[in-house]
């Protein structure tokens, strides 16, 4: 079964520090997808990045990075030097790959609340 | 390009009253999804539409039924609401954007969202 984890309940930092953000998942498959969505105090859900299991690169957009480690099944993203911006609940996602003319769902963990304080 | 859509933003309803919730889409994506979000339990999957005509049943259907009226609306139904059908609704469509190997998957892109209380 299918199922996403995200220990962290809720994060409190202060601007401009670093600050990871952990997801690690379950699946049987070996060929899946990895999301993260971003929900800001005004409640609209943002899609972030989308990563598939065979591409373990991590990626940097800005102040944003995502490390995909297979290996112990995690899928963290990390802000650097954050910002007041940032305060939100983040969501991590996994689909598994559809060879089929079906459409995929997404199984969501139960999200982290960052609040950066200035 | 408004994206996804999604009416009213708020209500209130009383235990046993019926509302139906519009969802439309104007990005021609084929599949179409409702999920509520509540508190510590992230956002569940409803019911979803994978293309115009056919419609499936999610994580959590009871108490609810859906229409896909066309390739670009998806209404979410609640024939008789209860209190614990107080929640946020979120309406998503999806594209099919990536391929691996023979493996492929959709990107979901989210409307602003529902807010719906049962008294």
């Known amino acids: 079964a299918q199922k996403v984890t995200q220990a962290q309940t809720e994060i409190s930092v202060v601007e401009k520090e670093d600050v990871t953000l952990d997801c690690v998942y379950e699946?049987?498959?070996?060929?899946?997808?990895l999301f993260w969505y971003k929900q800001p105090p005004s409640g609209e859900l943002v899609f972030l990045i989308r990563r598939n299991s065979f591409d373990e690169q991590n990626e940097i957009s800005g102040r944003y990075s995502w490390n995909f480690q297979k290996s112990t099944s995690s899928f963290n993203f990390t802000i650097t030097a954050s910002q007041v911006v940032d305060s939100a609940v983040y969501f991590c996602a996994l689909s598994e790959a559809n060879y089929g003319g079906a459409t995929n769902k997404l199984i969501f963990g139960t999200g982290t609340l960052l609040a950066v304080q200035p | 390009n408004a994206g996804v859509t999604q009416t009213p933003k708020f209500q209130v309803l009383k235990t046993g009253q019926s509302m139906t919730l519009q969802c439309a889409q104007d990005m021609n994506h084929n599949s179409m999804y409702w999920y509520r979000q509540d508190p510590g339990m992230g956002l569940r999957l409803i019911y979803y539409?994978?293309?115009?005509?056919?419609?499936d049943k999610g994580e959590v259907p009871n108490g609810y039924n859906v229409s896909r009226l066309n390739k670009r609306e998806f209404s979410l139904r609640l024939e008789s609401a209860a209190p614990s059908q107080t929640s946020v609704y979120f309406c998503?469509?999806?594209?099919?954007?990536?391929?691996?190997?023979?493996?492929?998957?959709?990107?979901?892109?989210f409307g602003p969202g529902t807010r719906l209380t049962v008294l």
């Open positions: 699946t049987r498959d070996t060929t899946y997808y």
């Open positions: 998503a469509s999806s594209e099919r954007t990536s391929l691996i190997t023979s493996g492929y998957t959709d990107t979901q892109y």
């Open positions: 539409s994978a293309s115009e005509g056919t419609t």
